[in-house]
């Protein structure tokens, strides 16, 4: 498909590493290209050693090496209005993300799942249900493992369960998954897609290319997925953690059941489970329409589900010090997640929130403090931001810090014992961390540090 083509691969993080290691692996002829002009040359050159007989620049790219380009990849991190990439694309020559070009290489069949929260704790969910059941079965995507990497390793056997975010469905063209699911969407990365219905339209990219032989699983409780059932030529199976269904997966009472036409099919009781809060719930369910649709045994989704213990930095138990339980959810990187992490205490809660500003807006978020946050404590770029939304409620219990250190220190001295301090900061971790891992880790390590 690509041998002997001339690639040029936009982007030297992980992701365009991956490709271009495909690329090389399949007889392409690549050029490996990343604007930024501050990459330790060090770390770079490591990292294009691993992939032989490739060109490589940083900062300037030289025009020239344009001429005869038949294919550019792109990575996800990188808009698709920056300057180069307009450039390369009023040249004519086509852009593929790393979604796209695994895609194009990869057999067996494809689980996609998007939404703006619960994403990785979905797909991890799935990839156990999967593995518990079927030989051969790989979970890639934003959750970490660039897709790219095991494309060439799947069969026609294999299940691959892919985690997509917004950035990676801009640039699909031909890629269909057998199964798609949109767990919810709600406003996020406003400042890359602009508009809302840009971003709705994007995240419907996912199923785009389905047809009635493929299922699509969508959240009945959100208006945005629940209206894009009627525009998708797949099949559609919804799932509701707050009413019972004709037809689809719903919360009844304490169980999760399934219901197709007359039969109805009781999966687990909710206290069974390992996992916190209704959005937890929902994950399960979508999880449970996934094994369903591929034939996989009641008695072993169930074995899966109730073994399942909840991702890192989701709500994940930290340490009880002094009668205090900490709480890392650093994974809650927007007002809506952050909620959901909110709404699953059962505590009064030391809230730490705070960080890059993406353009959203925090007034439901601070809505959803009542009867559940006793204590806000604001870092990062937006804690004037959050501040004078909370003002605007009413809510004055405010501390302002100028470092994780420092928040988790004093959300210490604030805490009484039965109290729980959550970090969930509805912001993106850009401008004090590398990303959200890192300030989950740092947290963790913040904790631990008041045994001291």
């Not at 990343?34 to 770390?43: E, H, L, S």
């Not at 039969?263 to 996992?275: A, D, F, G, W």
């Not at 138990?317 to 809650?332: A, C, F, L, Q, R």
Request: hydrophobic share 40%; net charge negative.
């Amino acid at each position: 498909m690509l041998k002997d083509k001339k690639v040029l691969v936009f982007g030297a993080g992980k992701s365009g590493i991956s490709a271009s290691r495909l690329l090389r692996r399949v007889g392409a002829s690549v050029i490996l290209y990343d604007g930024r002009d501050d990459i330790d040359i060090d770390t770079f050159e490591d990292e294009i050693a691993i992939c032989k007989n490739l060109e490589a620049y940083l900062g300037d790219f030289p025009k020239e090496k344009l001429d005869g380009l038949d294919l550019m990849i792109i990575s996800p991190g990188i808009a698709l209005d920056n300057p180069f990439v307009l450039e390369v694309k009023n040249k004519g020559i086509p852009i593929w993300g790393e979604i796209e070009l695994a895609y194009r290489y990869s057999k067996g069949r494809i689980i996609g799942i998007t939404g703006t929260n619960g994403k990785t704790t979905t797909t991890s969910l799935v990839g156990e249900i999967l593995k518990s059941y079927y030989n051969q079965v790989f979970v890639v995507g934003n959750i970490g493992n660039p897709y790219t990497e095991i494309a060439l390793q799947t069969t026609d056997e294999s299940l691959t369960v892919i985690e997509l975010s917004s950035f990676q469905l801009e640039t699909i063209d031909r890629f269909r998954p057998d199964i798609s699911a949109i767990l919810n969407i709600t406003p996020d990365h406003l400042n890359r897609h602009h508009t809302m219905d840009n971003y709705i339209s994007i995240k419907k990219n996912i199923a785009l290319n389905q047809d009635n032989a493929n299922l699509c699983i969508l959240n009945y409780e959100n208006n945005h997925t629940k209206s894009i059932g009627a525009e998708l030529k797949t099949r559609v199976l919804y799932f509701s953690s707050e009413r019972i269904l004709e037809n689809g997966i719903f919360l009844d009472d304490d169980n999760i059941v399934y219901k197709e036409n007359d039969s109805i099919t009781n999966i687990c009781n909710v206290n069974e489970l390992r996992v916190l809060g209704k959005h937890s719930y929902e994950n399960v369910m979508v999880g449970v329409g996934i094994a369903l649709e591929l034939g996989i045994p009641i008695k072993q989704i169930h074995e899966a589900i109730t073994s399942f213990k909840a991702v890192e930095h989701r709500i994940e138990y930290v340490d009880t010090i002094d009668g205090v339980s900490y709480y890392n959810d650093s994974k809650g990187t927007n007002p809506d997640a952050s909620i959901k992490a909110v709404q699953a205490m059962n505590s009064p809660t030391i809230l730490i929130g705070g960080g890059f500003d993406k353009g959203l807006e925090f007034d439901e978020w601070v809505q959803s403090f009542k009867g559940k946050v006793k204590c806000l404590v604001l870092m990062g770029e937006t804690r004037e931001k959050i501040a004078a939304t909370a003002r605007k409620y009413g809510f004055d219990n405010i501390i302002l810090v100028n470092s994780l250190r420092e928040a988790v220190q004093i959300s210490a001295k604030k805490a009484e014992d039965g109290d729980a301090v959550l970090l969930s900061p509805a912001c993106a971790s850009w401008g004090m961390f590398d990303n959200y891992e890192q300030r989950g880790r740092m947290f963790k390590e913040y904790v631990h540090e008041l045994h001291q």
